[in-house]
């Protein structure tokens, strides 16, 4: 799975940890959405965390009620997300400029200056719509708290992104694994799918600023050519 990266693997930790598979996604996700790491597989794991409980192999917490199960599985893991949002606020309203100065392996700068874009592009939205973008999900919190948005605005829309980004992911892989059993089974090729689909707002990104940066320097340059040359007085 995945180049032989098991911890990417929804079904080898859920097979492996049990019960536990639920405060090991907490872990994750609170992770992700704050600390600096963006390679953990947030969006395959509330995905696979519906399929399980719409099969019948995992109970959360030792509850065995499907309704019960979502409910207590969504309240944990918005709170994990929530907070996770929290702590990458407050590192970033702390440590401010040197994360920006600092070009390292996790904390890149292309990956901050890409956030800070899709802040200024989406304003307070961005804490809903960078939900659902892998990257974007771990530091556009970051920049809320180095650009020192106040903090009632930033946990009301934090909460929001938060609460819509788990509901929708898990409510959606409990619907899709109880209207098809046999995903429980093919659960890689399900979080292959999930993977590659995140990397289309991704691309869509990329293109449009792409295509933006070019018509400003086309716009630029066919001003610098516009511009009469002074007289020559001699």
């Keep these: 799975m995945l180049l032989g990266i098991k911890w990417l693997d929804p079904a080898y930790l859920q097979d492996q940890y049990g019960s536990v598979f639920i405060w090991l996604a907490l872990l994750i996700v609170f992770v992700e959405c704050g600390l ?8 395959t794991l509330l995905f696979a965390l519906g399929l399980f409980i ?41 440590l401010g400029p040197p994360l920006y100065q600092r070009d390292g392996r996790i904390i890149k700068r292309k990956y901050l ?5 899709f ?30 948005m106040p903090r009632r605005r930033f946990f009301l829309w934090s909460a929001v992104g938060a609460g819509l980004w788990v509901v929708s992911i898990t ?9 098809f059993p046999w995903l429980g089974d093919n659960i890689d090729y399900v979080t292959v799918a999930i993977l590659a689909f995140t990397v289309v707002p991704i691309a869509y990104e990329w293109i449009k600023n792409r ?5 400003v320097q ?4 066919t001003e610098v050519e516009s511009e009469p040359k002074p007289a020559d007085l001699s």
């Design 36 to 43: 600096f790491f963006p390679f953990l597989p947030g969006d």
């Design 54 to 94: 719409a099969g019948d192999g995992y109970s959360v917490v030792g509850v065995h009620n499907e309704a019960a199960e979502l409910v207590i599985a969504v309240v944990i893991l918005t709170a994990g997300a929530f907070a996770g949002n929290v702590a990458g606020y407050e590192i970033g309203r702390r």
């Design 113 to 117: 200056d890409t956030t800070s874009q």
């Design 119 to 148: 802040f200024e592009t989406h304003g307070n939205k961005a804490l809903v719509i960078g939900r659902f973008v892998p990257f974007v999900r771990t530091y556009i919190t970051v920049v809320a708290g180095v650009t020192l």
């Design 171 to 179: 409510l959606l892989g409990y619907f899709l694994g109880a209207a």
């Design 211 to 215: 295509r933006e940066h070019r018509r």
């Design 218 to 221: 086309a716009g630029s340059t």
